[in-house]
């Protein structure tokens, strides 16, 4: 009996593993054809076409790596079905032990930050990490869910209480029609700030912790199933057709992919409270869920398995091209060389680069930088780091994070220490910018969720400092080759982003009548 119980955790721990580490580096089938749809719909030459070139490679990438398709692996959410009698507690253990394993072999990035502290566990474990939900049913098997959902995306869902007012769209009434607006008026928000394009999850009615649960009950869901309720159903066609005529495009570049897909579900609320609950999920939209042997522990089946699976073998082999000028840069770089350039302008970086992302600005404000900064490049990045035989730092996956969150803090920092330039995504708001036009810097937008692809141009790590903030938010001093990033502010003042914004408030506008 006992050999018997060990040998049932023993398998539900290897299926865990497997779960978690299959989440982290293979995106599915569904995603797969809704992110080649996307790149049929983008004209070729576009940024949008280029940077859809680097996703694709990059989900190439991280299957042959079997390595996070994504640097973040947000916050790990399990959902757990288990036939009556299945000791839950259990369950639980195992899954804590995956997630501790598979955090130990990179293939997901040590996430858990104590909230006051700041202090990263170090193994993904912590208070109320990961999220594991239980249900009973009648089923004979076990299935357990896992959506790995990233932080960017996740700070751009949001919460509508109707009635209410909305840019672009006026009122929004407590009909489907005021629905319709809070769902066009989440998607144009989350600009390319959620690694566009995306998928949403909608919830309507509850209350505001179980709008939000419904909303991103949703996102389990297969991208092509059609919703059984016929309104929802037309209503999840029309905001993705409608959406796509925004023009904000792969990473807020414009163009013809907003979102990939919308999902909405609806549930009864009280008299007082109407909610509307947008859960935003990035093109890295990593789930997956499999069926499990309730007696042996084995996986009996894996979901989302239906349909051709999209390689994107092919695309890869194509080099990537751009109409645009494409300029090399090395650290440290001169004013001057930063006022040629230009918003468009795609440049490949060489050289020294320097991690910084929350902690480090945030440190910086205050106190002096490890090294001189003076011409050097900052990247708003977090890495998956592993420590090879030799004790050497190797980087796993090196995407760029939002930069708006340092918005606070960039200008003063750029000017204080010197630096000429930020890679980031995202963009970031009017104090950079005036910052960059007088000091003489430039903001670069990387691909987001292209970890793998970056991690592949960065060729060795020399040193790092801070590494009391935990790996992601350490800074990092990486040497890099070929690098390729866009420019989408520069120094006279031009910002992609804040005309982006603009002229999809214009698109976004022109959906105010009534439609349902
Ligand atoms: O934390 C990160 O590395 C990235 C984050 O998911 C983001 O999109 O900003
Ligand atoms: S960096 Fe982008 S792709 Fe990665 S988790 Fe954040 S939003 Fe998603």
Same mark, same amino acid.
């Given at each position: 009996?006992?050999?018997?119980?060990?040998?049932?955790?023993?398998?539900?721990?290897?299926?865990?593993?497997?779960?978690?580490?299959?989440?982290?580096?293979?995106?599915?089938?569904?995603?797969?054809?809704?992110?080649?749809?996307?790149?049929?719909?983008?004209?070729?030459?576009?940024?949008?076409?280029?940077?859809?070139?680097? !996703?694709?490679?990059?989900?190439?990438?991280?299957?042959?790596?079997?390595?996070?398709?994504?640097?973040?692996?947000?916050?790990?959410?399990?959902?757990?079905?288990?036939?009556?009698?299945?000791?839950?507690?259990?369950?639980?253990?195992?899954?804590?032990?995956?997630?501790?394993?598979?955090?130990?072999?990179?293939?997901?990035?040590?996430?858990?930050?104590?909230?006051?502290?700041?202090?990263?566990?170090?193994?993904?474990?912590?208070?109320?990490?990961?999220?594991?939900?239980?249900?009973?049913?009648?089923?004979?098997?076990?299935?357990?869910?896992?959506?790995?959902?990233?932080?960017?995306?996740?700070?751009?869902?949001?919460?509508?209480?109707?009635?209410?007012?909305?840019?672009?769209?006026?009122?929004?009434?407590?009909?489907?029609?005021?629905?319709?607006?809070?769902?066009?008026?989440?998607?144009?928000?989350?600009?390319?700030?959620?690694?566009?394009?995306?998928?949403?999850?909608?919830? !309507?009615?509850?209350? /505001?912790?179980?709008?939000?649960?419904?909303?991103?009950?949703?996102?389990?869901?297969?991208?092509?199933?059609?919703?059984?309720?016929?309104?929802?159903?037309?209503?999840?066609?029309?905001?993705?057709?409608?959406?796509?005529?925004?023009?904000?495009?792969?990473?807020?570049?414009?163009?013809?992919?907003?979102?990939?897909?919308?999902?909405?579900?609806?549930?009864?609320?009280?008299?007082?409270?109407?909610?509307?609950?947008?859960?935003?999920?990035?093109?890295?939209? /990593?789930?997956?869920?499999?069926?499990?042997?309730?007696?042996?522990?084995?996986?009996?089946?894996?979901?989302?398995?239906?349909?051709?699976?999209?390689?994107?073998?092919?695309?890869?082999?194509?080099?990537?091209?751009?109409?645009?000028?494409?300029?090399?840069?090395?650290?440290?770089?001169?004013?001057?060389?930063?006022?040629?350039?230009?918003?468009?302008?795609?440049?490949?970086?060489?050289?020294?680069?320097?991690?910084? /992302?929350?902690?480090?600005?945030?440190?910086?404000?205050?106190?002096?930088?490890?090294?001189?900064?003076?011409?050097?490049?900052?990247?708003?990045?977090?890495?998956?780091?592993?420590?090879?035989?030799?004790?050497?730092?190797?980087?796993?996956?090196?995407?760029?994070?939002?930069?708006?969150?340092?918005?606070?803090?960039?200008?003063?920092?750029?000017?204080?220490?010197?630096?000429?330039?930020?890679?980031?995504?995202?963009?970031?708001?009017?104090?950079?910018?005036?910052?960059?036009?007088?000091?003489?810097?430039?903001?670069?937008?990387?691909?987001?969720?292209?970890?793998?692809?970056?991690?592949?141009?960065?060729?060795?790590?020399?040193?790092?400092?801070?590494?009391?903030?935990?790996?992601?938010?350490?800074?990092?001093?990486?040497?890099?080759?070929?690098?390729?990033?866009?420019?989408?502010?520069?120094?006279?003042?031009?910002?992609?982003?804040?005309?982006?914004?603009?002229?999809?408030?214009?698109?976004?506008?022109?959906?105010?009548?009534?439609?349902?």
């Amino acid at each position: 009996m006992a050999v018997e119980t060990k040998t049932y955790l023993e398998t539900l721990e290897k299926s865990l593993y497997d779960l978690v580490t299959e989440t982290s580096t293979n995106l599915p089938k569904d995603v797969r054809r809704a992110i080649k749809a996307a790149k049929e719909a983008e004209n070729a030459g576009t940024r949008a076409a280029m940077s859809l070139d680097t !996703i694709t490679n990059n989900i190439v990438m991280a299957e042959d790596n079997v390595s996070p398709i994504c640097q973040d692996t947000g916050l790990p959410t399990f959902k757990v079905y288990t036939p009556v009698g299945v000791n839950q507690l259990e369950i639980k253990a195992a899954i804590k032990k995956a997630i501790v394993a598979t955090t130990a072999d990179a293939k997901l990035r040590p996430n858990a930050v104590d909230s006051l502290t700041g202090k990263n566990s170090g193994d993904n474990l912590g208070d109320g990490l990961p999220v594991i939900k239980f249900e009973q049913w009648e089923n004979d098997y076990i299935t357990i869910k896992l959506i790995l959902k990233g932080g960017g995306c996740e700070n751009k869902n949001i919460q509508y209480s109707l009635p209410c007012e909305l840019e672009g769209l006026g009122r929004a009434g407590r009909d489907l029609d005021g629905i319709r607006k809070c769902i066009l008026h989440s998607v144009w928000q989350a600009q390319g700030q959620g690694c566009s394009a995306g998928f949403i999850g909608v919830g !309507i009615g509850g209350d /505001r912790s179980s709008g939000y649960d419904l909303a991103k009950e949703q996102l389990f869901r297969s991208v092509d199933d059609v919703n059984p309720n016929e309104d929802l159903a037309k209503l999840e066609d029309y905001i993705v057709k409608t959406s796509n005529t925004f023009g904000v495009g792969t990473m807020g570049f414009g163009g013809e992919a907003t979102l990939l897909g919308c999902k909405i579900g609806v549930m009864h609320r009280i008299p007082a409270s109407f909610y509307v609950s947008v859960a935003y999920n990035c093109w890295a939209y /990593r789930r997956m869920a499999v069926d499990i042997n309730p007696a042996t522990g084995e996986i009996i089946n894996w979901h989302y398995q239906d349909g051709e699976k999209i390689t994107f073998r092919d695309e890869a082999q194509e080099a990537a091209t751009s109409d645009s000028k494409v300029v090399e840069l090395i650290a440290p770089i001169t004013e001057e060389q930063i006022r040629s350039l230009k918003v468009g302008d795609v440049v490949k970086i060489s050289g020294r680069m320097y991690t910084g /992302r929350d902690a480090i600005h945030h440190h910086l404000m205050s106190h002096d930088a490890p090294v001189d900064l003076n011409g050097q490049i900052i990247y708003h990045c977090g890495p998956v780091m592993a420590k090879d035989e030799a004790g050497n730092w190797t980087v796993k996956a090196a995407g760029p994070t939002t930069s708006i969150r340092e918005e606070p803090y960039q200008g003063d920092i750029m000017k204080k220490f010197g630096i000429r330039a930020v890679i980031g995504k995202g963009g970031m708001g009017p104090k950079t910018l005036a910052a960059l036009q007088e000091h003489g810097g430039v903001y670069l937008n990387a691909i987001g969720g292209a970890a793998q692809y970056y991690a592949d141009c960065i060729k060795g790590v020399d040193g790092v400092d801070l590494m009391e903030f935990g790996i992601p938010e350490a800074m990092w001093h990486l040497n890099v080759q070929d690098f390729t990033a866009v420019v989408t502010m520069d120094s006279h003042g031009n910002s992609l982003h804040a005309d982006v914004e603009k002229s999809s408030l214009d698109k976004l506008a022109m959906h105010a009548e009534r439609v349902f």
